[in-house]
């Protein structure tokens, strides 16, 4: 089955720009955000005593990856393991100190693989995490696993633990792929998964996967798509695989030659949306599929949709606070992230000190600005009308951003007056371009994956 597109969207597809989980996206954050910067955050948080949202970082795999962006690496001892489960509990103490026993309505744990943590040290943590914060009835507890290493056993304990919710990293099921990427996993060990934690009575599973890996191809995404749609996950995330090497050494373990070109990766991309949509999945934003029936999906109906650094959520906590080296903080001052290296972290918070090693204030410019964003990538339409846009200049008049949307509003496939603009065409693939035309700091930051 292929999918074709206008020759013009293909060329706008090769567009390198963010992927707007933040904004101002990392790249833009400094070391002028503190420790002391982010003390002061957290009790104005702690203060409005609004619930807040957690998520806490496991930089450890058994085996890593080639194609992965994450911040991690390969270990097979729990000792280290071990040794960094000990510092989080410490980091715990430092913001329970700075937020008390403020509520939380949703827990995150990523990686990493965070099922790399022994059941004893992962009970051990949900307890601290317990005795410091409260729980909210309603919360969502979240986890990312690897399938290759989910025992029936595992999914037992998490579901003795509480957690509700488990994203699979599935990624692909062709084998070749699966090999040049060093992840290894057959159909029968991912369906094992879905079947263990639907035993163990966790039913909202989520799969995550992926196009653009080396020697994928359409038949491989067919194949992949179909199988997956079999085992009926609620959610499903299907990512543009991100060639960073300048970032990621291990990405150069293989050939770039591999790699789908432009035209190929647009088309798979088109493919699994098609596929996806025909299995009875709505399409959740530029990226993510739900069931009809899933919260997510029921968000992007009612308009309530909310973009965060796990993508595309129903949490509409206003704070995110980030445990773990390299994690990200979110609150209504600004971004607050952790030392990225293991021992830097480690020091900073042995010495009784929140590990924070850069992040950025948010002005007003940044609020207004990132809003727009969300709005564009969850609804692919944003209201300028509200007064607090056009006090700011941020409307359909602005020079710049007239001249940014000219090419799309040209074609048609983007509607732009002075009160609104909205993609009426090819939103999945144009979404991310439309929204760095409201970005201020676009071209001064890092390199960035391409639009699709």
């Known amino acids: 089955m292929t999918i074709s597109a206008p020759k013009e969207l293909l060329e706008l597809s090769r ?100 099922n790399i943590l022994p059941k004893d040290v992962f009970s051990a943590l949900l307890d601290d995490l317990k005795s410091r914060f409260v729980f909210t009835d309603d919360m969502e507890h979240a986890i990312e696993l690897d399938p290759r290493f989910l025992t029936a056993d595992g999914a037992q304990h998490l579901a003795g633990c509480g957690v509700t919710r488990v994203s699979l990293g599935i990624q692909t099921l062709d084998p070749k792929v699966q090999r040049a990427i060093t992840r290894v996993q057959p159909l029968e060990r991912v369906e094992a998964a879905f ?82 949509v025909a299995a009875g999945y709505d399409e959740i934003g530029i990226d993510h599929f739900a069931v009809p029936e899933d919260e997510l999906s029921q968000a992007a109906k009612a308009g309530t949709l909310r973009r965060n650094f796990q993508g595309y959520t129903t949490d509409t906590a206003e704070t995110l606070v980030g445990i773990g080296a390299s994690s990200i903080s979110k609150t209504a001052s600004g971004y607050a992230q952790n030392a990225p290296d293991v021992r830097g972290w480690q020091r900073m918070v042995e010495a009784g000190e929140l590990p924070i090693a850069r992040g950025r204030l948010l002005e007003n410019d940044d609020v207004l600005r990132s809003s727009v964003i969300e709005d564009i990538l969850c609804s692919f339409r944003v209201n300028l009308a509200q007064s607090e846009l056009q006090e700011a200049g941020i409307d ?45 700091y676009l071209g001064t930051g890092g390199r960035h994956s391409s639009a699709v």
């Not at 410490?90 to 990493?112: A, Y």
């Not at 079947?195 to 989520?206: E, H, S, T």
């Not at 992949?224 to 995330?237: F, G, I, N, Q, S």
Request: net charge positive; charged share 25%.
């Open 15 to 114: 567009m390198a720009v963010p992927r707007y989980t933040s904004y101002p996206t990392a790249p833009h954050f400094s070391s002028d955000v503190s420790s002391t910067t982010y003390s002061k955050w957290l009790r104005a948080t702690r203060d409005a005593g609004e619930p807040i949202s957690l998520y806490l970082h496991v930089p450890f795999c058994q085996e890593l990856c080639s194609y992965c962006g994450c911040s991690t690496k390969a270990t097979r001892r729990q000792e280290p393991v071990r040794a960094y489960a000990a510092v989080l509990h410490q980091e715990i103490e430092l913001l329970h100190r700075e937020l008390g026993r403020i509520s939380v309505k949703h827990i995150h744990w990523g990686g990493g693989t965070p």
């Open 195 to 276: 079947k263990a934690l639907r035993a163990a009575g966790i039913r909202q599973i989520n799969a995550d996967l992926m196009y653009g890996l080396p020697f994928q191809s359409e038949t491989s995404i067919e194949d992949t798509m179909r199988e997956v749609a079999r085992l009926r996950p609620d959610r499903l995330a299907v990512f543009g695989y991100a060639h960073v090497p300048w970032m990621k050494k291990h990405q150069t373990l293989f050939c770039e030659a591999d790699l789908p070109d432009a035209a190929a990766r647009l088309a798979q991309a088109r493919l699994a949306r098609k596929l996806l």
């Open 396 to 440: 359909g008049t602005d020079p710049i951003l007239v001249e940014r949307l000219a090419p799309l509003a040209d074609k048609g496939w983007v509607e732009v007056t002075r009160d609104g603009v909205e993609i009426r065409q090819h939103p999945y693939e144009i979404a991310r371009i439309v929204a760095s035309a409201f970005d201020a």
